[in-house]
């Protein structure tokens, strides 16, 4: 091994998930590259006692010494000695199995000893003990075999072979979906299975999801073993009741249940017993999952004393059995499907230690009159009833009601402080008629989302610091807010629908964090001089304000808008007497909607490129517009115009070069000239017609002198920096539009067409720079009913949709698009491409009969055409080949002459070669292999024990074996062959069975 400096890898991960065979499989391959290698098995379980520390250093000593025993009297001399030989030989070191930081330092010392060229593995199920290696060196967490690996590593042991019996198939692919790719259950499950007959191992699975298997089990709770109290508590409730919850939510239940889950769930994830997802949420092996949950069963055998209830079942039997105990601590009743259960009115009057209640899809027929104060989750779905009077619900971390039947004057009593309230669903309870006073200082999310009968808000809603989101849509009686709005923390406000409300609060100086502002449909009639404060507000939706006639003209202060909604009032012209921030318009809106406001007839003072420098999305559609302005053109950033149903329209200008998707659907009244200009223009967009905007080449940069100048880009650099995603990559080259019209253009060249819904073609390995596909749409019979949507398969592979779009009044319409180059290439890539590839278009409507474009057809560089030379040609669609047929025959009709009865085309899942004879369209084809002959399949070669040498340093791969080739193990084969009952040492003296 060439590097010559000491590398330290540490591997953790969960229990069984082959961090020990993993290990192994590198000592085996590269020990004989050292002076001396050791491999220290099962530190965990020899570093128990003081002895057990000693004799562990000893064998240390005594490996490193040749062979030679080594007495050593205390572990502070044993610490001595070993740091003596350590720093004079190049070692090989694996420390497996560790699970405290004292064990390295007792072994390692300062991990500063090593001899140059040494290299160390360790491995661990907690994460924390790595710290102990320092910055300097790798981690590599071991995950799950994937989908591919778990079926070798079964079948090997179930089957002694790659490929399983085809009675098995069925069961087999469930008991490893219930391994979940953890290599110690398809070993363990596949060992016990072997032999035995289909109807054994479909009853040993239903064994397995009820009752775990010992020995799994035996080895997963040695992590849960490690754990203290309250780490305990906080696993065995995730395993019951939060797996797949938020952390955040799930960490502030718990706070309230004094578990501190700060630290907990941190300690939890480090010794891989959870893991947290992109989006936050908590997850857990499944057989992790089902050994919690078997703890929790094996601590009583009376039902009522379990801890935990999770199983509908046996929360069934308890609440109508009043079997309830103080041992109670959560229940969790989700019904498959609604059911009424006959609940008496004191069942929770024994759980008096109960903290989470969980019920969904359950109806009682008796009003409750006790529940447990010291409830922090409280959650019921169409409850039926108001909560009980007596019940204060101080404890509660989250109360969850939707649809149900509670009345807010009795669950928020006069003057009750709710300290440790944060989250509160009242989502469509009808029997809300107004929001008490409410003493939630911590209160963050509150969802009154479609209460029709809520007519007021109390004025102390309007002083809860620490709310975040507040959401209120659909609350059509709704009349009365707060007078003065100081909520400093709140991000999202969603008052859509709230038609009566027509008065909306003014905005304290503080409130500074609000980005999402949704006023859509309410009868508001105006807005406060005060929004100026919402200097962080991103979306403002205004549309459908009928009531609203005038923005503020302080609205431009707004200056991190990036959507904006006006659908009736009216945007003022204010450079003339405005300070000079607002004289420089939107300078972060992306998105400005006009959609249907009859108010906007001309856009002249608008349409000023400095007053909207990044504006990429203008929807002027079912405006009164007659003219759109020549300095549209100047928008260098503009991609999505949208001005459909305008009526009025009468002239569209020359369009900047940046736009992708136009849409002038119903949108007849274009004079002769905006018509001509347009089509020109999708010429130059499609690389037709020459150098004005050839496709390829279309500008994404501010170039307008007027926009470009130092004070406007400086502030748009500013203001990006609070908006990290507004620099979001463009796709390149995409180009979609839909205009009125009854035929394609001559000039579009179409070389491939149908009267049917399939066209196809053949390309080479590259996919072709251009290709266009262009609809003619005549009258559509059904437009409320009918969509039109395109898709594409390569080779056989499954179908992508390349566009789609609702015909609807798409009547005598084109529509022209033509998409990223990239997108195509990376969907070629995956279709296993070979020199010649058979592309498939589709065109998918609900009533083809009826509703299918007068014509349709695409413009591609293909390969299917005749070539120069003489002797070889492809077959090719164009000039009636194989694939005309298959078309023909799937409703497809090429228009291209002459046309042959052939096959179609076969797709190639197997390796194959194609000769094709000049004599015509005779085509030879055969397998690389017979049937008979066929090889068996070799398992995928991806080596993860060779990914963790690499870590360790570059490798020359020839160390693995000698100079020879690479065996081509599968990852499944390296657990086999993981020598867990053979003595570990170099290759040199010991010689692995093949």
């Not at 562990?56 to 030679?68: A, D, F, K, P, V």
């Not at 997802?277 to 069963?297: T, Y």
């Not at 880009?713 to 463009?730: N, T």
């Not at 278009?841 to 003489?870: F, Y």
Request: include cysteine; proline fraction near 5%; aromatic fraction near 10%.
């Amino acid at each position: 091994m060439k590097s010559n400096d000491v590398r330290m890898v540490g591997i953790h991960g969960l229990g069984g998930i082959g961090k020990t065979t993993i290990a192994k499989a590198i000592y085996n391959k590269i020990a004989n590259c050292f002076e001396l290698s050791c491999f220290l098995e099962d530190v965990r379980e020899k570093c128990g006692t003081y002895d057990g520390i000693i004799k562990l250093q000893e064998m240390l000593l005594s490996n490193i010494s040749q062979g030679t025993y080594v007495k050593v009297d205390s572990v502070p001399k044993g610490i001595i000695m070993i740091k003596k030989r350590l720093c004079h030989t190049r070692l090989l070191l694996i420390l497996d199995n560790v699970d405290e930081s004292e064990m390295i330092v007792n072994l390692l010392g300062e991990c500063n000893w090593f001899a140059l060229g040494s290299r160390v593995i360790i491995t661990t199920r907690d994460k924390q003990v790595l710290t102990t290696l320092g910055k300097d060196h790798q981690i590599y967490e071991l995950k799950e075999l994937n989908q591919s690996e778990s079926p070798e590593l079964f079948n090997l042991y179930a089957f002694q072979k790659i490929e399983p019996e085809k009675d098995y198939l069925e069961v087999a692919k469930q008991i490893i979906h219930y391994a979940n790719g953890l290599p110690l259950a398809l070993k363990i499950i596949g060992s016990d299975l072997c032999g035995k007959s289909v109807c054994e191992w479909k009853s040993a699975l239903e064994k397995y999801k009820n009752i775990p298997h010992e020995k799994i089990q035996e080895k997963l709770k040695i992590s849960y073993d490690g754990l203290g109290k309250t780490e305990k508590d906080i696993f065995l409730d995730i395993a019951c009741f939060f797996k797949g919850f938020n952390r955040s939510y799930v960490e502030s239940i718990l706070e309230a249940c004094k578990l501190y889950p700060g630290y907990g769930i941190g300690k939890l994830i480090d010794k891989c017993l959870i893991t947290v997802g992109q989006s936050g949420n908590l997850w857990m092996h499944d057989l992790l999952q089902q050994m919690g949950r078997e703890i929790v069963q094996q601590e009583s055998e009376e039902l009522g004393k379990h801890s935990r209830v999770w199983c509908f079942e046996d929360a069934y039997e308890i609440l109508t059995t009043n079997m309830g105990s103080s041992k109670i601590r959560g229940i969790k009743c989700y019904s498959p499907q609604l059911i009424t259960m006959p609940i008496e009115a004191k069942a929770f009057e024994k759980m008096k230690y109960l903290k989470f209640l969980m019920v969904h899809n359950v109806r009682i027929c008796e009003e409750l009159t006790y529940l447990p104060n010291g409830l922090t989750l409280l959650q019921w779905l169409e409850f039926p009833f108001s909560l009980p009077s007596k019940y204060y619900p101080q404890q509660l971390v989250a109360l969850e009601m939707p649809s149900s039947h509670i009345r807010l004057e009795t669950t928020f009593k006069l003057g009750i402080q709710l300290k440790y309230l944060k989250y509160i669903d009242f989502n469509r309870c009808e029997f809300i008629t107004e929001l008490p006073e409410l003493c939630a200082p911590n209160l963050e999310k509150m969802d009154l989302s479609y209460c029709q009968n809520l007519v007021k808000v109390h004025e102390s809603v309007g002083f809860l610091d620490k709310l975040k989101i507040w959401k209120l849509q659909g609350c059509g009686k709704l009349q009365i807010l707060p007078d003065n709005l100081r909520l400093k923390s709140l991000e999202e406000f969603l008052l859509i629908d709230c038609l009566r409300l027509e008065k909306f609060p003014n905005i304290d100086p503080e409130m500074k964090c609000l980005r999402q502002l949704y006023l859509r449909g309410t009868g508001i009639r105006e807005l406060p001089s005060s929004i100026k404060y919402l200097t962080r507000l991103c979306n403002l939706d205004l549309n459908d304000c009928k009531n609203l006639s005038y923005l503020p003209d302080n609205i431009y202060k707004l200056q991190l808008l990036t959507i904006l909604g006006i659908h009736t009032a009216k945007l003022r012209q204010t450079s003339d007497y405005l300070d000079g921030l607002s004289r420089i318009g939107f300078l972060m809106l992306d998105f400005l909607s006009f959609r249907g406001n009859k108010n906007i007839i001309e856009l002249d003072f608008l349409m000023k490129p400095e007053y909207f420098p990044v504006l990429k999305d203008l929807d002027l559609s079912a405006t009164n517009i007659v003219s759109i302005p020549e300095s549209l053109g100047r928008f260098t950033t503009l991609e999505y115009l949208d001005i459909r149903r305008c009526k009025q329209l009468r002239e569209i200008p020359r369009l900047p070069q940046s736009v992708q998707n136009v849409d002038v659907s119903n949108s007849c009244s274009l004079n002769p000239q905006s018509s001509s200009r347009l089509l020109n223009q999708i010429g130059e967009f499609l690389g037709i017609f020459p150098n004005k905007g050839c496709k390829g080449t279309r500008s994404r940069i501010l170039t307008d002198p007027q926009t470009s100048s130092t004070e406007i880009l400086d502030k748009v650099r500013h203001y990006r920096s609070f908006l990290p995603d507004m620099d979001s990559k463009p796709e390149d080259d995409e180009f979609i539009i839909r205009l009125p019209g009854t035929e394609i253009p001559k000039w579009l060249n179409l070389n491939h067409e149908s009267d049917g819904n399939v066209i196809s073609f053949w390309v080479g390995r590259t996919f072709p720079n251009i290709f266009d596909v262009c609809f003619a749409f005549g009258p559509v019979k059904y437009p409320w009913m009918s969509s039109c949507y395109v898709d594409l398969s390569i080779n056989g592979c499954k179908k992508e949709n390349l566009s789609s779009t609702p015909t609807s009044e798409f009547s005598d319409h084109l529509w022209i698009f033509s998409l990223s180059n990239n997108k195509m290439q990376n969907r070629l890539n995956k279709s296993n491409p070979s020199e010649q590839n058979y592309v498939e278009v589709t065109c998918e409507m609900e009533d083809w009969v009826k509703n299918r474009p007068r014509r349709w057809g695409v413009r591609v560089e293909c390969i299917c055409c005749s070539q120069k030379s003489n002797v070889f040609q492809l077959p090719s669609p164009s000039c009636g080949t194989d694939m005309d047929q298959w078309a023909f025959n799937n409703g497809g009709d090429s228009r291209h002459q002459p046309r042959r009865n052939h096959r179609p085309p076969p797709y190639a899942r197997r390796p194959q070669k194609h000769y094709l004879s000049h004599f015509g369209w005779l085509r030879i084809r055969y397998r690389l292999w017979k049937r008979s002959s066929r090889p068996t399949r070799i398992p995928t070669t991806t080596l993860k024990s060779r990914a963790l040498i690499r870590e360790l340093e570059e490798i020359d791969p020839r160390s693995f074996n000698n100079g020879e080739e690479d065996s081509g193990l599968s990852m499944a084969h390296t657990f086999v062959d993981d020598c867990s009952n053979s003595k570990l040492c170099p290759p040199s003296k010991w010689t692995r069975k093949s």
